[in-house]
């Protein structure tokens, strides 16, 4: 058996994914509860990518991009890990271990995530961005959570400032420290960030009960309860809010 069944009932074969098999909730829901760092994060991969997404954004605007290209931007830092809500967040040293046994499978769901949402092209045109982004990302979760520069002391058995491995210290930091505690806010946060930057972006077309998921999915729908979002939890130090 190559395939597993989804939160929503559909079914998802790794080997052979199913374009029309994918919808947005089930991303949501999925992302919405797998862990970082093999759990050794207390973030999830939802509030991860809400953080890409609105780093990328933030660099856009200071780059004077249009509210088009804008919305791509964050289009691209919130999908970038939609693969993972069918293939989980595996820890980069591992993933380099697996080899092509995992990086094959993770790129046939980023092309039918792609091809579902008709976002061809985008990962291309933000490349260096996104890099830039979930590099940045990744490195202030990492030191926020001493997951870099701190150690078990051997004689006092306490944590410890150790020498960073992988993160720089003096980096400038951008996301706040809050925690998505609640699973229904992190679901919420990706679904209809998601739905929003799409209709930002000219392809609110593409949001439909088959696409989504949701029943009774529309143009119309997805304006009117995007229009009256609740408020996201914080995102950057600044207080800026771009979704």
Request: aromatic share 8%; with cysteine; proline share 5%.
């Amino acid at each position: 058996m190559t395939w597993i069944m989804t939160a929503t009932g559909r079914r998802v074969d790794f080997l052979r994914p199913d374009v029309n098999e994918i919808t947005l909730s089930d991303i949501g829901i999925s992302l919405s509860r797998v862990a970082r760092f093999g759990g050794h994060s207390p973030l999830k991969i939802g509030q991860h990518v809400c953080e890409v997404a609105t780093l990328m954004m933030m660099r856009a605007t200071e780059q004077g991009m249009s509210e088009k290209e804008i919305a791509e931007a964050g289009i691209v830092g919130l999908v970038h890990d939609f693969p993972e809500a069918y293939c989980c967040d595996v820890m980069t040293p591992l993933k380099r271990l697996l080899g092509t046994a995992y990086s094959d499978i993770e790129a046939r769901l980023h092309d039918v995530i792609v091809k579902r949402f008709e976002l061809e092209g985008l990962f291309e045109k933000y490349h260096d961005l996104l890099k830039w982004a979930d590099f940045q990302a990744v490195t202030e979760e990492a030191r926020r959570y001493s997951l870099d520069g701190k150690y078990v002391s051997e004689i006092t058995g306490e944590l410890e400032d150790r020498p960073h491995q992988w993160t720089d210290p003096n980096a400038e930091a951008f996301l706040s420290d809050t925690i998505w505690e609640d699973e229904e806010d992190r679901q919420y946060a990706v679904i209809m960030t998601f739905m929003r930057l799409m209709l930002a972006t000219g392809r609110g077309y593409v949001l439909t009960p088959k696409t989504t998921g949701i029943p009774g999915t529309s143009v119309d729908m997805v304006r009117e309860t995007t229009e009256d979002l609740m408020p996201m939890p914080p995102i950057l130090l600044s207080g800026d809010v771009y979704f």
